[in-house]
């Protein structure tokens, strides 16, 4: 169970190396690659259902197009979420249990959305595919936000934002 002062006591281990300069800069692929596999699966499902079960042409199209645009939007969320998650340092991903118990979270929530996404494709192709997609991204959304938006990480992250600033500004003094 986390409590606020194992973030506390984190987020003063994470001010330590931010003073002695372990942000990293991470890999381009390291950001894209969950998104680009979510960007994948929502093209792939429809398609494979459209070879399942006889589909217009038409309603494949559609399909596909919804589920890869829905894919492209997450893609980007979630590149922008895994860039500031790998620009923390290493030792600190390894040794923090927040971001543990965050990443494995967010992991089950991976495997469910696609899960959902998957079953989601036998009910239909075309528009009630692309729509179902929608409302589903939608409610995990809200899912994850109650979740993870519990252990009030606005205000980590704005104290961190705000701590970097004040480094910057004493350096450049």
Partial sequence: ???????????????????????????????????LIIMGWMIFCP????????????????????????????LFIVARIRMLYFSLPEEFLKTSLVMRIISSKLKVYFIVYMGIIFLWSFLGGGIIYGFGAILVTVIMAFLIQLDIGRYQFVGVIDAINSYVKNKKLSRVK
């Fill in 47 to 74: 398609l494979l259902m459209s070879f399942l079960i006889t589909q217009k042409t038409s309603e494949t199209l559609t399909a596909v197009l919804a589920g890869g645009w829905l894919g492209l939007i997450i």
């Fill in 1 to 35: 169970m986390i409590t606020q002062q194992i973030i506390s006591s984190e987020l003063e281990v994470l001010k330590k190396h931010i003073d002695s300069g372990d942000i990293r800069i991470p890999s381009l692929w390291q950001g894209l690659k969950p998104g």
